[in-house]
């Protein structure tokens, strides 16, 4: 591979490249889905493939084959360079990219154990007895499962010198049980608390499913006759469950340089977050601090380098409640007069062209020392919010509205009950500012397994982590009354 991939360099470079990049990459997924006691589907795949880009006077190029040898190699070298050259014409400003070292090196996820290695049947026999559990409660009438795995291959070569060779492994594990009231005529769900992850099967194995299937049924049952909410302003506490999808839309995605320049306006939007609020915008609370990390334990984002070459690290976005910081590529660094890229490029196949991708953004714990339950005690009037379902934000990634799976009633510092139809809306400084106070226990990611931006749509997986939260006189909807 590595001989290929210095092949395909020599070649860009032959034709007129002054600079170029490959990656030699292959991807592989498998999918079981379950319902009740039947298998629905179990899916295996392979995709294998080389990428070549090649940057002419300042302009991009970019060819892709399937064919892993020394011809298909030659034919996307020269195609890339010729799309640059072809692509001219259409510059609006030269691609300068921010400096970067020459690495030689390997990185991969750390796992316990490789996913593809363990049985299908073994799969198959959790999955079953997950919904073999669920289906024990009275009231509860279906329950789906499933497993995700992802595994990247990738060896990356540039003509500045890095050969890089990355195997990035992530886990998605599932269910949703339902509940029936046939003489209501209505139903209910609830699906797992557990999370994707960027780790091995150790984390499904961790995960105490058999616990969770019974308690998800017979709160999916008490979901059919829980009170209605009636809507107002309430104190909102939200577990990493819930709040995790929030931090990804309003403060993810808006911190995304490209969008905020206007260059992506693509899944919901540009962004209110333009470089003339940079280091001036109180975009949270003192308390309120989001760091940008592709290193992170376990999340979904993290790498040892990014489809640049650059090595990844940790940065903030939000320093005790100012906006500082955007996330960069090489190509974007300069935009802003950067010198060095933060490594947020990313391609979701060999055949795909890397661009700015999500990395990890997580909330920071809380300096006091808190857990859930003493924020419970200390909320007088208050909703407490776990899981996400329904979501809705503007063009802008300003206005939003936020559903969840599970709603708790708070009276007087206690749980009073479970609500339903709850949704809370806010303008995103606005809430932000809102939050006085952060566990510093209870910490846990959150995460999407296929983040979508880009035209051809491109898929990125990214997690987000942070602790019970407490927001302050949020709006909350009654999502089953109509006007």
Known sequence: MRELARRALDAARSKGAGYADVRIARFLRQSINTREQRVMNISNSESFGVGVRALVDGTWGFAAVSRVEPEGVDKA??????????????????VVLAKVAAYKDAWQTPVVKDPFKIPVERKVDLLLAINREALKVKGAAFCNSSMFFVKEEKLFASTEGSEIEQEIIRVLPSFTVTAVDKAAGKFRTRSSLAEPTG?????????????EAGKAAEQAVAKLTAKSVSPGKYDLILAPSNLWLTIHESVGHPTELDRALGYEANYAGTSFLTTEKLGKLRFGSPIVNFVADRTQPEALATCGYDDDGVPTGEWDLVKDGVFVDYQTTREQAGWIGRDLSYGCAYADSWSSVPFQRMPNVSLRRGKEKLTLEELIADTKQGIFIEGNSSYSIDQQRYNFQFSGELFWEIQDGK?????EDVAYQAITTDFWNACDRICSEGYALGGSFFDGKGEPGQSNAVSHGCAPARFRQINVLNTARTV
């Open 415 to 419: 749980v009073a009950g479970m609500l």
């Open 199 to 211: 780790t091995g099967y150790e984390y499904i194995e961790r995960w105490p499913w058999m616990e």
């Open 77 to 94: 070298a020269a195609r890339a360079v010729a799309i640059a050259k072809a692509n001219r014409v259409a510059q609006a400003r030269p």
